[in-house]
């Protein structure tokens, strides 16, 4: 399985550059986050590409970084399974999809509307029973 495509940015002048595993080489996964000032936890599922030696040695190199992997079936914990269940439900039921982009495009329009509405995402987070709590 090759990760998905997406856009990125970086500063003006540092191209980033992300070297994947897989069949394909056009296509990278890149995430990045905003500088905090604090410690950051990261909550995993167990997908076996999120327990790789490499993100586990990068992680054992960074005091900041703290990861805690659910169990290995654990969707009553996973706040992301409740919108799978919405997007299922409501965006990509009873759909014949002719190709992938239309698979795509009816995932991308579904997340779009659940963003802006909020008290769909709250549901989602309220029905694994975990809380936000600003530190």
């Given amino acids: 399985m090759t990760p998905p495509q997406a856009r990125t940015w970086s500063h003006r002048g540092r191209t980033p550059v992300v070297r994947v595993r897989g069949r394909s080489r056009r296509r990278i996964s890149i995430a990045a986050h905003q500088q905090l000032g604090g410690p ?26 703290t990861i805690y992997y659910l169990p290995p079936y654990a969707p009553d914990l996973n706040p992301g399974e409740g919108i799978w269940s919405l997007l299922r439900r409501a965006w990509l039921s009873n759909v014949a999809f002719s190709t992938p982009e239309h698979l795509d495009q009816r995932i991308q329009r579904g ?20 809380t936000i709590r600003p530190a």
């Fill in 111 to 130: 997340l779009r509307h659940i963003q802006y509405r909020s008290h769909l995402i709250d549901g989602c987070l309220t029905e694994t029973g975990l």
């Fill in 40 to 65: 950051l936890v990261l909550v995993r599922d167990n997908l076996n590409v999120h327990k790789a030696a490499g993100l586990r040695e990068f992680a054992e190199a960074r005091n900041w970084l």
